[in-house]
């Protein structure tokens, strides 16, 4: 069974960088059918899309436009894990932080099946 | 980007009764279209993909219709346990994944 495990800080001040990591278990976070996504909750956006990573050979990198500017996710396959980093956060980018894992393959979900715990992160001086 | 919208924001059901939710989609997503069951303070949960297709864990009460930019989500005999906020998301068109604004179901 694959589980998502999310750690990192819930205190972010202004113009600072937000770090988040999620440990993979059960599951590769270089498997070639699968993707490593970062998704965000708020009471203002709802439910966002943030980025995502996957393996394909080579490491492959997507962002969402609004953050693209701001954006990094980087996968760790010594540890099994990828991580988030926002820079420059704003009071906007208080939400609620989740790591999702998603298989790719034409011949399953396609959609976010497997979700980190979340993390609550304010931003806040 | 294609905006997902769902209605009713709020719809208050009595139990044993069905509960009807709608999504609706900008643009034709075929039929990419997943439904997500959030309790408060827990992540999402897959309930439905393939617009029809119930995900592993839920009983046969929920059940997923649609196709192209229309959307249903059904509970045909509503328990306490299925309060919660609906989410619709569409996984056809990249980038970005979009999810709608989600409909809150509660007991009447």
């Known amino acids: 069974q694959v589980q998502l495990q999310q750690s990192g800080p819930g205190l972010v001040k202004p113009s600072q960088t937000l770090s988040l990591t999620c440990a993979i278990s059960?599951?590769?976070?270089?498997?070639?059918?699968?993707?490593w996504n970062w998704i965000r909750q708020s009471p203002s956006r709802g439910l966002e899309w943030l980025g995502r990573?996957?393996?394909?050979?080579?490491?492959?990198?997507d962002y969402a436009s609004s953050v693209t500017s701001r954006i990094t996710i980087t996968p760790d396959t010594s540890k099994n894990q990828f991580s988030l980093q926002l820079s420059s956060v704003e009071p906007d980018d208080t939400a609620v932080y989740f790591c999702?894992?998603?298989?790719?393959?034409?011949?399953?979900?396609?959609?976010?099946?497997?979700w980190g715990q979340g993390t609550m992160v304010t931003v806040s001086s | 980007e294609i905006l997902m919208t769902q209605s009713p924001a709020t719809l208050s059901v009595s139990p044993g009764q069905r509960a009807t939710l709608s999504c609706r989609a900008s643009?034709?997503?075929?039929?990419?279209l997943a439904w997500y069951q959030q309790k408060p303070g827990q992540p999402p949960r897959l309930l439905i993909y393939?617009?029809?297709i119930r995900a592993t864990g839920f009983p046969a009460r929920f059940s997923g219709t649609g196709s192209g930019t229309e959307f249903t989500l059904s509970i045909s005999s509503l328990q306490s346990e299925d309060v919660a906020v609906y989410y619709c998301q569409q996984y056809s068109v990249w980038p970005p994944w979009t999810f709608g604004q989600g409909t809150k179901v509660e007991i009447k």
């Open positions: 990573t996957y393996y394909r050979s080579k490491w492959y990198y």
């Open positions: 393939g617009a029809s």
């Open positions: 059960g599951d590769s976070v270089s498997n070639t059918t699968a993707d």
């Open positions: 999702t894992g998603r298989c790719s393959s034409t011949t399953c979900a396609r959609a976010f099946e497997i």
């Open positions: 643009q034709s997503v075929s039929s990419n």
